[in-house]
């Protein structure tokens, strides 16, 4: 595992001291808010976050984390949802709210409002230490996550990727598996966007210039040579892969929609972030019956070592990415603290 270069939570406080020019007393109650365009001007490394989000998961596992179950509420038309998840980061020693908020869900991307926010203190000092969006932080974190994933449970060998899906996911998708699993030869996409298709190739050429990608409209052919499955489409999406279509030893991740339940309940081993968040929010994935499979491991235990991930070189297996507020909690708190150091964002007296 990398160990990220961070500093004690308590320089975040220093850091916005020497941002505003003053010093930070205990009764301090300025809340340093960090827009989009704040957050989106920090330069930050696919490898930095890989190595956040794997500290985040080991310190869970390790029992120094806490990751409530997060709330949920929508209306019966399903128009739109909202969550609020509450976390506590052990190792950075930070306690952090997160909201999301998504309306218009049934129409097309372009016409849905999304907002999500993280908010941290320092649970060294008590002080506040950022408001911030929390879009990149999500956008940089999911596909962190599969990437770890695929480093852990592909098959030995595992030579092709196969991503579906070119949204917000799907476009970070492949940088980060090169970042985890740099021996990928064969890069696959199936997309029905074409501005989508046109960003993940961009972003694929930004972080690993001159690696080819191969934009497939057969989606079986595709599917039946890739080791590794990553679906990240949206709800709308035509693709549905099924297990037949796969190779004995292949991995699905799911991380949106692009692959049927039969992935899930023909693997041969589940491994899931979150064993409850599944059942809560997978259930678009269980049988006839309204059934899902076991979990076999979650993954927090499976990257300390406390679970077993892939057992036999030939199984197939799915799993189940679903976010964890301690990830987002350790990755916000990494830009809060570059953030702070670089002078960025606004300092309101909320609580004066």
Request: aromatic content about 4%; some cysteine.
């Amino acid at each position: 595992m990398t160990t990220v270069p961070t500093e004690p939570t308590r320089a975040c406080a220093r850091a916005r001291a020497r941002a505003e020019g003053d010093s930070v007393t205990p009764d301090d109650k300025t809340l340093r808010i960090l827009s989009t365009g704040d957050v989106a001007g920090i330069d930050i490394t696919l490898a930095d976050v890989v190595s956040v989000v794997e500290q985040a998961y080991r310190t869970l596992a390790a029992g120094r984390s806490d990751n409530p179950r997060k709330l949920t509420v929508k209306p019966d038309d399903g128009h739109s949802v909202a969550y609020a998840m509450l976390g506590r980061d052990g190792e950075r020693n930070v306690v952090a709210v997160k909201t999301s908020y998504k309306y218009g869900l049934h129409e097309d991307r372009d016409r849905q409002h999304y907002y999500t926010t993280l908010t941290l203190y320092d649970d060294e000092t008590g002080l506040p230490v950022a408001m911030l969006d929390c879009g990149r932080v999500g956008a940089l974190r999911t596909p962190a996550v599969s990437a770890l994933l695929a480093r852990e449970l592909a098959a030995p060998g595992s030579r092709s990727a196969l991503v579906i899906g070119t949204g917000t996911q799907g476009r970070l998708a492949l940088p980060f598996l090169l970042t985890t699993l740099p021996e990928l030869e064969r890069l696959m996409l199936f997309g029905t966007h074409p501005d989508g298709v046109a960003a993940v190739r961009a972003e694929l050429e930004r972080h690993f210039p001159g690696r080819e990608l191969e934009v497939v409209s057969d989606l079986r052919a595709a599917a039946e040579k890739a080791d590794i499955v990553l679906a990240t489409a949206g709800p709308n999406t035509p693709a549905c892969v099924e297990a037949a279509w796969l190779k004995p030893s292949a991995l699905c991740v799911l991380v949106g929609y692009g692959i049927a339940p039969s992935t899930l309940h023909r693997a041969r081993r589940v491994i899931a972030t979150s064993a409850a968040q599944m059942r809560v929010t997978g259930t678009d994935m269980a049988d006839g019956e309204g059934r899902l499979p076991d979990v076999d491991a979650e993954f927090p235990d499976v990257l300390a070592g406390r679970a077993s991930g892939r057992t036999d070189a030939g199984q197939s297996i799915f799993a189940y990415n679903s976010g964890l507020v301690v990830t987002d909690i350790a990755l916000g708190h990494r830009f809060a603290q570059l953030a702070l150091a670089q002078g960025l964002g606004t300092a309101v007296p909320l609580w004066k």
